[in-house]
């Protein structure tokens, strides 16, 4: 099925002031607001994570993809009017590079701020935060990403940890890539045998595939914050959750492992029960010994091999992976890992937290409708 993007001819114009679209009603009169209003979307930042949100709400049913705003004409910005997405130059960015490079603009950030209800901010790390007077003053509502601190929105959001937390919100920050891998793990895990601690060593990708700047090519840094940060930022989703973390980063650009050691308040039937818990709840997939699935080189292949060719979520792995045999359960005391690719786990949540935050679904309806759209496999 091809991106639906621009204008679509049902989409109803509302006032600015209009706080939500309201499609929580059950029944008949639900069904008819859903065909007509399709909430308006702009991307600003069209990167690792942009681009791929962007493609993420113009496949959903309910959401309308108005534009994507960047800097500077790339292959990125050429990718985007390749796709149908109208352009907008963002930042200190000048329409007449875009013009030199052939690639047509539909006018400034501040245009396609004019134009939508929701903006979801996919720039670097503290332009979010640099950004948020822009879409304050233009009235939208913001989704930021996790490279930018907590308190840049109103609540921190993962969609199995807290997903009612983001009702009604004016923005909201969507957790980093190893927040989120946790949280939705803890999240599983709490809710059926609490948590007494969690421990969990990250072991962290030093760069993503497409940045050729960033290493260590070779050797393993460790990260001498101890607890590493993202034990708080977990909290920022699951207060409660008495966690702590470490952290490495290593030469690889592929996913990063989690190594969790979980002291549990009740003790789970066996490895098994744990492990179909997992398998029960969305966004996880797990890797049966038989599979060869040994290390994060062929989960990714795996993902490669799973859209293949398909007009679908391009080699990404928007779940949680597990290996089976990398679960080990003594008495109270869970020992598993989880590999979590960094350049797309995050794109899902991005979409639940424009639900969330407009009150559009509950959390298992948007999470479900998320995911079918994205062509992530439902829960056996
Ligand atoms: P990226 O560098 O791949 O993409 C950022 C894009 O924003 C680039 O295209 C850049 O040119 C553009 N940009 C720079 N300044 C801009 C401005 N003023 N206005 C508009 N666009 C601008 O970065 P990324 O990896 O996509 O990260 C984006 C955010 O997502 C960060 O907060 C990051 O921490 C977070 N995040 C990244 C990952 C990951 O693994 N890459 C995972 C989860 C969350």
Redesign the pocket.
């Known amino acids: 099925m091809p991106p639906r993007t621009g204008r679509r001819g049902f989409s109803l114009r509302r006032p600015r002031s209009s706080p939500s679209v309201g499609l929580i009603s059950p029944g008949p009169v639900r069904r008819v607001v859903e065909v007509l209003v399709a909430v308006r979307i702009g991307v600003?930042?069209?990167?690792?994570?942009?681009k791929r949100i962007a493609d993420a709400v113009a496949r959903q049913p309910d959401l309308q993809l108005v534009g994507v705003?960047?800097?500077?004409p790339?292959f990125?910005a050429r990718r985007a009017v390749a796709r149908g997405y109208p352009l907008y130059v963002?930042?200190?960015?000048r329409p007449e590079s875009f013009a030199a490079a052939g690639l047509p603009v539909a006018g400034r950030?501040a245009d396609l701020l004019g134009k939508v209800d929701v903006i979801l901010d996919?720039?670097?790390?503290d332009?979010?935060r640099?950004?948020r007077p822009l879409y304050e003053a233009a009235g939208v509502r913001a989704i930021?990403?996790?490279?930018?601190e907590a308190d840049v929105a109103e609540a921190s959001f993962c969609a199995l940890a807290n997903f009612d937390q983001g009702r009604g919100r004016r923005s909201l920050r969507?957790v980093?890539?190893n927040t989120?891998g946790i949280a939705r793990a803890a999240a599983v895990v709490l809710r059926r045998w609490g948590v007494e601690t969690w421990e969990a060593t990250l072991v962290r990708?030093a760069a993503?595939p497409?940045?050729a700047k960033r290493g260590p090519i070779d050797g393993i840094v460790p990260t001498f914050e101890m607890p590493s940060h993202h034990g708080p930022d977990v909290r920022t989703v699951l207060p409660d959750l008495a966690i702590a973390t470490t952290a490495v980063v290593v030469p690889t650009t592929l996913m990063h492992v989690h190594v969790n050691h979980v002291r549990l308040a009740r003790a789970p039937g066996g490895a098994a029960e744990v492990l179909d818990a997992f398998r029960a709840s969305p966004r996880f997939h797990l890797f049966a010994p038989w599979e060869g699935v040994d290390a994060t080189p062929q989960v990714m292949e795996y993902a490669r091999d799973r859209s293949g060719g398909k007009d679908g979520p391009g080699g990404d792995l928007m779940e949680n992976a597990i290996w089976e045999r990398g679960l080990r359960l003594d008495g109270r005391d869970l020992r598993f890992f989880q590999a979590i690719h960094?350049?797309s786990?995050?794109v899902p949540e991005n979409i639940d937290a424009v639900r969330a935050m407009l009150g559009l679904a509950d959390g298992p309806t948007s999470i479900a409708t998320t995911d079918r759209a994205l062509g992530i496999p439902a829960p056996r």
């Open positions: 600003n930042g069209f990167g690792t994570i942009g705003a960047k800097t500077r790339s990125e963002a930042g200190d960015g950030l996919a720039t670097p790390e332009v979010g640099a950004n930021f990403q996790g490279g930018e969507v980093s890539c989120t990708r993503d497409g940045d960094q350049e786990i995050v």
